[in-house]
């Protein structure tokens, strides 16, 4: 199963609308760490224009894996809950997420690194499911913060791919 642009479906009223510009300024109003701007640019370059959630944008890397990069405080958190969440107990199944060390990341996204926290993860992708599923859905995904950000895996497993 893989997981195209044009296919995403996100939580309706999500706003999609920013630009490049616009990400990079709420890195520097947050205080981040500059190499998630770096980041941003050295993975366009790679993958292509990212799917922008509300706080992360996500390359689809076309080997399976997305890579997910915070544009805000928020972004930034939710990448460790979901880096850190196979090490804590949870009812809720999520898609194999990790954080990305020194040598998997661009050089010239170790070059910006200020030594502040720098948390970018990849993510296995997922088939989201489609908005209007009329499916069983199990009761942990009414339970998601954000809504119902759940797709299957490759072995037809149902993982939240947001918390």
């Known amino acids: 199963m893989s997981l195209r642009a044009e296919e995403y479906v996100w ?23 500059p190499a998630y701007a770096t980041a941003l640019a050295a993975y366009r370059k790679l993958y292509g224009e990212p799917l922008i959630g509300s706080t992360r944008a996500v390359f689809l890397t076309g080997s399976g894996h997305v890579i997910k990069v915070p544009y805000s405080i928020e972004g930034e958190e939710a990448n460790r809950i979901e880096s850190q969440h196979v090490a804590t107990a949870s009812e809720v199944p999520l898609t194999p997420t990790e954080a990305l060390v020194e040598a998997d990341l661009p050089d010239d996204v170790v070059a910006a690194d200020d030594g502040r926290t720098l948390l970018i993860v990849r993510a296995v992708e997922v088939q989201p499911v489609p908005e209007g599923y009329s499916g069983h859905l199990p009761g942990w995904v009414a339970k998601l913060p954000d809504g119902e950000q759940v797709g299957w895996l490759s072995d037809g497993s149902l993982v939240a791919f947001d918390l």
């Open 11 to 33: 939580i309706p009223g999500r706003s999609l609308e920013l630009s490049f510009s616009q990400m990079v300024d709420y890195i520097r109003i947050d205080e981040l760490n």
